[in-house]
């Protein structure tokens, strides 16, 4: 999961850095496609379809097998999740064109905002104040990674103070399109029941079609000085492919992204399952480390104090929001006690509650 994560932002970021001629003779220009590098990513997610009803065969072949049956449901389910996953992963990859890739990583972490208070307003479900005082440090940790993209200007590639700032305000705004697609996963398709990889697979394909039939009409529109192709539309998937023609090293970028996605995926299902969700999120946050320490290596960037410490704080932010401080708290006698007097007071609203609503 470390190693495929890592891949996925620095093979997306390897290829935004290519330079080649286009179709038509065009002149040498940056691989600057984010549309087409969404539709490699969903491809990636469509493989963990081919994945699980290959590992639900292999298991239906064991004398006991583990898996349940693949239940019968509505695939439109995933639709909505779908169209927020097309848009947050469209907005992201104009983003990286704009942005660091340690930037861009560090940054993804603002989700847990938007998912806590989604969640709250939705879901009705009450955050501790550990939880609180988590989205608190991520908002602290956020403004630090901003400031240090305005301080240093982080013109990786050339882009000016303006692109990097729009860039890391993107991924901000593509965090809220994520969390929403959190919320509507948790609300509408988890009560199925649906195997994570069924579930990744299925949003895969919806994002694949509809990302694809839209490549069509994106070829037409003009958006000017907005565009980084030479005809300005919004996305010319000729041009991408020409550019790939010419230089292949970008296809190999590209079938990196894809893999990794796909591997990325069913590591991260696997470490949940076998592991923990804790360990999941130590792992995420060590793929920041990772992708910072290798976009430093290879000059993509230069090194910011800002930077870490920042980090360090979305860190601390993460850790508290999901639960790490309570294993070590867990040991103090006053903190045992708190938390059996809230157990309490949680089991005796919900009588309450079911007693209020009990039919006379």
Not at 22 to 27: D, F, K, Y
Not at 117 to 125: H, P, Q
Not at 168 to 192: N, S
Not at 229 to 248: S, T, Y
Request: hydrophobic residues 50%; neutral net charge; glycine residues 8%.
């Amino acid at each position: 999961m470390l190693i495929t994560g890592s891949i996925n932002t620095l093979s997306a970021k390897w290829a935004d850095g290519f330079s080649a001629n286009g179709c038509n003779g065009s002149p040498k220009h940056l691989f600057d496609h984010p549309f087409l590098q969404a539709v490699g990513m969903f491809l990636g997610e469509v493989s963990c379809l081919a994945v699980f009803y290959i590992l639900l065969c292999h298991d239906r072949r064991k004398p006991e097998p583990q898996m349940a049956s693949a239940k019968k449901f509505n695939s439109f389910i995933f639709l909505p999740p779908a169209l927020c996953d097309m848009t947050a992963t469209s907005i992201m990859y104009i983003a990286l064109n704009l942005t660091s890739a340690s930037s861009f990583q560090m940054l993804r972490g603002a989700v847990i905002i938007f998912t806590g208070l989604l969640s709250v307003a939705f879901l009705g479900r009450r955050l501790m104040s550990s939880q609180w005082v988590g989205i608190f440090l991520t908002i602290c940790g956020l403004v630090v990674v901003g400031l240090a993209d305005f301080v240093s200007g982080n013109n990786d590639q050339g882009h000016k103070l303006s692109q990097v700032i729009t860039g890391d305000l993107l991924i901000i705004i593509a965090q809220i399109i994520v969390a929403i697609q959190m919320v509507l996963e948790e609300k509408f398709v988890y009560k199925h029941d649906v195997h994570p990889l069924r579930a990744v697979g299925t949003e895969g394909m919806f994002g694949f079609i509809i990302l694809t039939a839209l490549l069509i009409p994106m070829y037409y529109i003009p958006v000017g000085q907005f565009s980084g192709n030479p005809r300005g539309v919004l996305e010319d998937a000729l041009d991408a492919f020409c550019q790939i023609g010419l230089k292949p090293l970008i296809f190999v970028a590209l079938l990196g992204n894809i893999l990794s996605i796909a591997f990325f995926n069913f590591a991260g299902i696997s470490v949940t399952k076998e592991i923990s969700a804790t360990t999941r999120m130590v792992l995420d946050s060590l793929r920041t480390m990772v992708i910072w320490i290798v976009s430093l290596a290879v000059g993509w960037e230069q090194f910011h104090g800002l930077q870490i410490l920042g980090f360090i704080i979305l860190l601390l932010g993460a850790a508290l929001y999901n639960g790490f401080h309570k294993p070590v708290l867990a040991r103090l006698p006053w903190y045992r006690e708190r938390m059996e007097e809230e157990y309490e007071r949680e089991r005796l609203l919900t009588e309450n509650k079911d007693s209020i609503n009990v039919s006379p």
